[in-house]
Each structure stands twice: as C-alpha cells, then as structure tokens.
C-alpha cells in the first residue's frame, strides 16, 4: 500500500501499490523507530538484540522485545562499516574506518575480546566475515587485499608491540597537520581484549582491483576442486565469496590446513569485462544475489556458477540486500525497500525460478545503509538502517504470508514477453519505423539481460538497425568441454499497414484466436526467438545448460540482412568459434507435421544495365533501325539467358548439380504420401513430388522487374534500361563461378550484337547453398526432439486449405526442434532444399540445423510419422499465426540440453 508518511518516511495510510499483477500490494507495519545523532551504517540482529555501527564509532544495542536501548559499546575510532555474528551469537565482530576490528562478547556487557589489525596500512575495513567452523576471521580492505586471522593460533602468536596498532599510529591524511599546524583531536578507541596483529603470510594482497566492499561465507554450495561437484561440495566445505569495485564477484576456497588461507577457486563471471562495483552480497542457498551501482541485482547460482537472472530494484545503487524464506529485500540509496519472491516453478520437468515483486515501500527519507532479516518469537520482522540517523523495525509478517502462487508460469511469462516484443513495429524497409527498430531491439537486449544473459548491441553502418549479441555461459561443473551453438534469428518484420483489411487484429497487437496467435513476427522471426531465450533460460535455470548458447539477431534481414556480414566480421572474436549454427526462419509443411529443413538453395542477386550515350528520345523523330536501343539490347540479352521450359543457358550451369539418389525418392515419396493422406486436394503424389523437387532441389534462374529512365510513356526510347535478375543454386554449385559465368556470358553476347551501347553487370548479392547431414549428431537430436514434442503426428479435427496447392502463405517457424524417426534408411544424398538464402553467418557453417514451422494446411493425416524436408519460401504473406509457444519452448529446451552430449 501507499499512502502520507509520517515524519519519518513510514507509510500511513493504505492504498494501491506495485506488486503482482492482479494482487494488492502489502507493505509491512512500522513496529518502531530507533533515533540517533549519526548515520546508521551496519546492523546484526541476534536472537535478542539489535546491534547498529553508526558513523561516531559507537555500537548502539537494542533490545528485541522492548526496543529500548540496552546499551552503547564504544567501539572504534572511526566509523563502524560491518557487523557480524558467530553462528553461535556468543561474538560480535565489528569493522572500521580505524583499520580495527573489534571481537566483542555479544552478551552485555559487552565487553572486548580481541582486537585485530594489519601489520600494513590497509585503510577502511569494509567488511568482515567469519567462519565458526574454522574460528577464522576474514576481512575485506580499502587498499584492495583480504586478511584472515585464525584465532586458533592466537596464543601461539608472537605478542606484538603495542606502538604498531592502528591506534597509535599517524594516518596520512586525518592525522595531518592542518592550517597553522594544528591536529584534528584523536576519536577515542576501545579499550581491553587480547591484541592480534595479522601475520603478514595471511594478506591476499590484490585479490581485486578495486575496494573489497562485501563478503558472505557459503557452505556446501560450491565445488572446490577438479569441477566434480558431487565429490567437491559436500556439507561442511565452506567458500568465502568477496564483491569489489572492480565489479568482479571472487569465490575462494579456505585452506583450513594453512591458517584458513584463502586460494581463488573462480570469478563469477557475466560476460562483461568490467561490471558495475558490487556494494552488496547476500545468500540463499546455492542462490548467490548481488547488488549494484544503477539499482541491478544479479543472481547467480553457485552449483554452477552461472548468472540466472538480471533483476531491477527501485533504487539507485543497491548498498544493502537481506534474505528472509524466499523473499529478497532490496534497499539503498532512494530509501525504498522492495520485497521481490523468488520461488521454483515445475515447468517441463524442470525447475525455473520466477522473482515478483511483491510490494515495495518508502522506509527511510535517506539512504537505507544496512538491513537484516530476522525472527523473534516467530515473528518475521526486517530491520533497516539509515543516514538519516534512525533504525526502524517492520513486521514483514504479512508480506510474507501474501499468496505467491499466482506467479505466471514460464509459458505465461514466453506469451507475455512475445505479444511485448510484437507491439515494437520493427519494419526494417520504412524510415518511417526506424525509432521502433531501435526500441524492439533494446527490449529483446532487456530480455536477454534478464535471464542473466551477457549482451551487447553491435552497432552496423548507418541507416542498418543494430545487431543484438547475447551469451549464455554453459554449466562450467561440467568435466566434458562445452560445445558453442549460435542461434540465427531476426527481429525486423515485413510492413503489416493492413490497408485491404486482411488482417483478422492489429498485426502488431498479438492476440490468441482459436488456439493460434496472431501477429506480425509471431512466426517469423520473434516467436522463435523468444522460445528459443526463453528454452536456454529454463535450461540455466535447472543447471541442464551443457553447451555455451551464443545469440545473434539481425535487424535487417527482411532488407537483404545489410551490414550483417561485415558486423559479423568485425566482431568475430567476441562471437567465438562456433560449432553448429540453428535457425527457426523457414516453415513447416503443414500445421501439424514438423519439418527439418537440412539445406538451403544459394542465390545470386544481379542487376544488368544497358545504356547509350544519347539522351532520352522519342520514337517518332528519332526511332531508327540504325539507332542502338539499350531496351532492345537488354530485351535480346535476356531472351539468351534460357531456354524452353526454363533451362538456364548459362555454359556448365548444370555440370555440378548431383543426381537424384533412390534414398532422395524415398524421403521425396514419404513427404507427398504424408501431405497428400492429409489433403486430398493436393493432387496425385507423383504430380505433388515433381513440383517439391522443382522448388527445393533444382536450380533456375528467375527476372523480377525491368527499369528504364524517362517519362512513362509509350513514346520513349529510354536511354539506360536495366533488368534484376536471380539466379538460385543448390549444393555443390560454386556461387562465384557461376556469377563469373553469367559474366562472360552476357558480355559474349553483347559483344556479338555489335551495338554501340555500354553493358554494366554488377552482383547485389551473393550466398553460397548449403547442404547438412542428416546423419550427424545435431540433425539426429533434432529429430529425437521433435519426435518427443510433437510426434507423432495426430489426425486433425478440420480440414484447412493446403499452403502448397493455393500458393497461399504461412508464417515462418519456431525454435529449435527436430525432425522426427527417418522412415527410409540413411541416405548417401539427402533432398536439397529451396529456401531463402542463409544469412552470412550461417552460410559459413560447416554444419547448421534449420527447423521450419508454418503453413496453413491440415487434414486427415496418416499416424506415425513426421518428416524430413527442406521448403520453398511460401508466397507473400496476408497474415502470420503460430501455436502458443509452450511446445517451441520444450523442443528448443531438449535440443539445447542434448548438445552436451554429443
């Protein structure tokens, strides 16, 4: 709820409040406020007190169950940066800016134990931790180091001079002398206790680049030798885990044999080459969470260290973070403090962990500087300090308690995050869109980033959209070395402006009809997409992700994917070496029969140019015989480029097309005995085949449009005439040496013409064709996928038209799947498809898997089988629909994972 505030910042009144969709907010009550002089900068709650570090040096204690003061320990020079407790509460350890810290007995009346400090000159102690078990004390540094004292050797020791602690010791700059020379009085320090100067062997020196301002103790959570985590982690190992300005995030393994010396086991790592400071760290489990500058929250799972979640608090700079059950409370600059949930979701049988917000509220009116969660009596109660001088104490009890299972489920959360990415009108070809191009790319980078995803956006040469690049780091417990698969995909749409009204909904307002949602991109190419993120998510989520999972989406491929190949270039070494490449950009056969597309036609983009010296002239003046005409010039060029029933007269054009194999026949024979079983209407099988093989395994060569200059009228000898022209290949053509064919073949024939006319032949475009093999390991998880997903196929309730038989369109398809159990025995030459042309990158894959969805026929089908296939790019689209994406999601999951074992 949200409402007036008291003098103190605490709400008042109730009212509407950010939380769960659907649910009122609650925020929790004020039980009571504490005041003081100074900022409150660090808090440890014990089973009855409240101890707070305020900036004077002094440790304010206060009883838990009457919130009266129970007393004030004068415990340091400087001010008190961290507090904490033994397990078994009986010591308080407190650091400073005095370079000290303080062992205290956490029963009144308080008195010192011990005093720690280093031989060197460490400056401020931000942070100190320490380990029951090992009855070692760790401590985080200014000047960048960390320090271990083992207070088991405290005896053993050598007894160090008196002169060498920090208390009688000159600092550099407070002890200086000012004006006049004279000296800032000396802050009292405490007094009694046992005096342990750190052996110069127990300094890590360097273990960041910057302060080390956090650090927790994990047990048990995080392997701590070879990578075998069963053998490694077991109940009682225990990691020290240290947050820096350097932004990196250290676990380091505790050598109990050497004094509790530290070794760095692994950085936590993002993707990032220098992150944002680490102001905060806290625990949960084997769940690690981060606070940093800019209000971002990280969340990393120890077991296999990898980030799982990018989370936004609402607060600039995240100084403080608390767990309580499965709640995280968030705080730090703003003074706001939000409550977020996170909790397991069994979806697919796996585990996702979801975080909600589940209320938010404003507790102080300056920086919250420290928090603990707490119980007493069995009362959930959260405990905050601020600047502002004050602690307060908030029963939590009701957040806690609020129901949590309204949570959306992974699919709910895929469906939302699609009909978002929908509404962005990324239409590449239209100046008009390129603001929205930009935006529908930052929020596919913010979903990325989300699900712990390391991003950049590539910028491309301008007018290009940007290229969004993102990487999921494998599991790394893992012994077996990590495979790298890029997904391909594209997040520039063709224009929908809906003017011949088409379209059934807003082409850009995603709605769910009879089971299919309609929208523009749904199939091509952002609903593969965000299956495909939202698999690899699942995947991380359940430590399943056996394979490094790199992202490259487009943002001009509906444009000729302009600037895509250099950008690819330029950036190689951040992409890496990749092993296979999978797309979702093709189309399935009909609604209900997947399709794995194993190959894709080349093509050859040209422009062909015929132009003279004179001006435009007209045909009743200056129309002539002894005229050279580039219309005509160009008119007689084409006529030679094929022949009857178009065969390309190109010399050698067909020396290198492979023949058509009996095990080809076969997988062409299973296809058209599927589709025609399901629709009658299709034609004879053979009729049907013929007209696949045509589209999917011969090359042609195609004209698409004439230009010439001048007015457009019938009067008019153009000057310059030019003609677009494309050429389509299948695999083992040779794309330059048929575009160096098409070359000297025109200019043959031009130059036999005699004209006085210039040619121009210039390539727009040009990618190789490619052919996979159906038998290696990616192709063979890819039908296990499939197969286990979406086979086999069931009998349909209604018959739809056939895509194929009304040249009518469908949407392209969704991620990662694979083809089902192969009816024929392997084949030596599998079926070449026809399909648009790969990007760059993919084309220069060895080996790359493209699993198709689409079309707009059903029918009665025959039980059993899916196919493999390869498809022609259907016709222009009027629409695009796709199924709900819950089984995209679950093949591309059982894709991904199955990786790992090949």
């Not at 009855?48 to 320990?73: C, M, N, W």
């Not at 094929?642 to 097309?657: I, K, N, Q, S, W």
Request: with cysteine; hydrophobic share 40%; net charge neutral.
């Amino acid at each position: 709820m949200e409402g007036a505030e008291n003098e103190h910042g605490a709400p008042s009144s109730s009212g509407p409040a950010g939380g769960r969709q659907g649910q009122a907010a609650v925020v929790p009550d004020l039980l009571h406020r504490m005041t003081h002089g100074k900022s409150i900068l660090a808090l440890a709650v014990s089973a009855s007190r409240i101890f707070a570090g305020t900036e004077g040096g002094e440790i304010l204690v206060f009883d838990l169950g009457t919130y009266s003061p129970a007393g004030v320990i004068a415990g340091h020079g400087g001010s008190v940066l961290a507090l904490c407790l033994s397990q078994d509460e009986t010591l308080l350890f407190s650091s400073a800016g005095d370079r000290i810290v303080n062992v205290w007995r956490a029963a009144a009346p308080h008195a010192r134990v011990y005093s720690v400090y280093s031989p060197y000159d460490v400056g401020d102690l931000f942070c100190a931790a320490y380990s029951s078990r090992a009855q070692t004390l760790y401590l985080g540094a200014q000047n960048t180091s960390i320090q271990w004292y083992d207070l088991r050797e405290r005896d053993a020791r050598p007894r160090p001079h008196p002169a060498a602690h920090p208390s009688f010791r000159d600092h550099r700059f407070f002890d200086s002398c000012g004006p006049g020379g004279v000296r800032a009085p000396r802050r009292r320090h405490a007094v009694g206790g046992q005096v342990l100067e750190i052996d110069r062997r127990h300094i890590r020196q360097f273990a960041h680049y910057g302060y080390v301002y956090c650090m927790v103790l994990a047990r048990g959570v995080v392997a701590d030798g070879d990578g075998d985590a069963d053998a490694d982690a077991d109940a009682d190992s225990e990691v020290l885990i240290s947050g820096g300005g350097d932004g990196a995030i250290k676990v380091w393994r505790l050598d109990a044999a050497d004094g509790g010396a530290v070794r760095e086991l692994c950085t936590l790592e993002d993707g990032r080459e220098a992150g944002e400071p680490v102001l905060s760290l806290a625990l949960d489990g084997s769940f690690l969470y981060s606070g940093r500058l800019g209000g971002e929250v990280n969340v990393w799972d120890l077991e296999t260290r990898q980030l799982l979640r990018n989370l936004r608090a609402r607060t600039d700079d995240v100084l403080t973070l608390s767990v309580g059950g499965p709640f995280l409370f968030t705080a730090g600059v703003s003074g706001v403090v939000e409550v977020t949930c996170g909790f397991f979701l069994r979806f697919f049988f796996k585990f996702n962990r979801q975080y909600d917000s589940v209320t938010h509220f404003q507790a102080h009116k300056g920086r919250i500087m420290a928090s603990a969660f707490a119980t007493y009596n069995n009362h959930p109660i959260f405990v905050t300090g601020s600047n502002d001088g004050t602690v307060a104490i908030w029963d939590v009890k009701d957040c806690l308690s609020a129901p949590v299972a309204g949570g959306k489920t992974s699919n709910e959360q895929l469906t939302e995050s699609l009909k978002h990415f929908i509404s962005y009108r990324t239409v590449s070809s239209d100046e008009r869109y390129k603001g929205d191009c930009r935006r529908g790319a930052s929020y596919l980078r913010s979903v990325f980033k989300n699900f712990g995803a390391a991003t950049e956006m590539l910028k491309t040469q301008e007018p290009c959209n940007p290229i969004i690049f993102a990487k999921f780091r494998g599991n790394p417990a893992k012994n077996t070395p990590r495979r790298r698969i890029l997904f391909y995909g594209h997040y520039d749409v063709i224009a929908a402006e809906n003017e011949q009204g088409r379209w059934i909904s807003d082409p850009f307002t995603m709605e769910g009809i009879n089971g299919y949602l309609y929208g523009r991109g749904v199939s091509d190419n952002k609903g593969p997409i965000m299956a495909a993120i939202y698999a690899v998510a699942d995947l991380t989520a359940s430590q399943s992700l056996d394979s490094d999972i790199v992202f490259l989406i487009e943002g001009e491929e509906e444009c000729g994917s302009r600037g895509f190949y250099k950008a690819v270039r330029e950036h190689k070494k951040l992409i890496g070496d990749v092993d296979w490449i999978l797309l979702a950009n093709s189309y399935w056969l009909d609604d209900h029969v997947p399709c794995l597309t194993y190959g894709l036609r080349g093509v050859i983009h040209a422009t062909v140019q015929v132009s003279s010296a004179h001006p435009d002239l007209h045909s009743g003046v200056d129309g002539s015989a002894l005229l050279d005409e580039s219309l005509k010039d160009l008119v007689t060029l084409l006529s030679k480029l094929t022949g009857p029933h178009g065969r390309v007269e190109l010399p050698g054009f067909y020396d290198a097309v492979l023949p058509l194999t009996p095990d080809e026949e076969r997988l062409y024979a299973d296809i058209t005995r599927t589709l025609v079983a399901r629709n009658p209407a299709l034609g004879p099988a053979d009729a049907l085949a013929a007209s696949l093989k045509r589209r999917w395994r011969e090359a042609s060569l195609t004209m698409h449009r004439i230009h010439t200059s001048g007015p457009d009228n019938s009067t008019i000898i153009p000057r310059l005439a030019r003609a677009a022209l494309s050429l389509r290949l299948v695999p083992n053509q040779d794309a330059a040496a048929v575009a160096d064919a098409l070359r000297r073949f025109l200019a043959a024939q031009f130059a036999a013409l005699g004209s006085s006319n210039a040619l121009d032949v210039s390539l727009d475009h040009v990618a190789e064709p490619w052919l996979g093999d159906t038998a290696n390991d990616v192709f063979r998880t890819l039908e296990r996928a499939v197969m286990a997903v979406w086979g086999p196929v069931m009998a349909a309730r209604e018959r739809r038209r056939s895509s194929l038989a009304a040249a009518a369109s469908a949407g392209r398809g969704p991620a990662a799947a694979r083809a089902p159990r192969r009816p024929s025995s392997g084949a030596s030459e599998p079926a070449r498809p026809d399909a648009p042309a790969a990007p760059p990158a993919a084309g220069a894959a060895a080996a790359a898997a493209v699993h198709p969805r689409g079309g707009l026929d059903t029918g009665d089908t025959v039980p059993g089988e899916g196919v493999r296939g390869a498809g022609g790019a259907p016709a222009v689209r009027a629409g695009e629909r796709q199924r709900p994406p819950g089984q995209r999601a679950a093949a591309a999951a059982e894709l991904v994972q199955e990786q790992g074992d090949f």
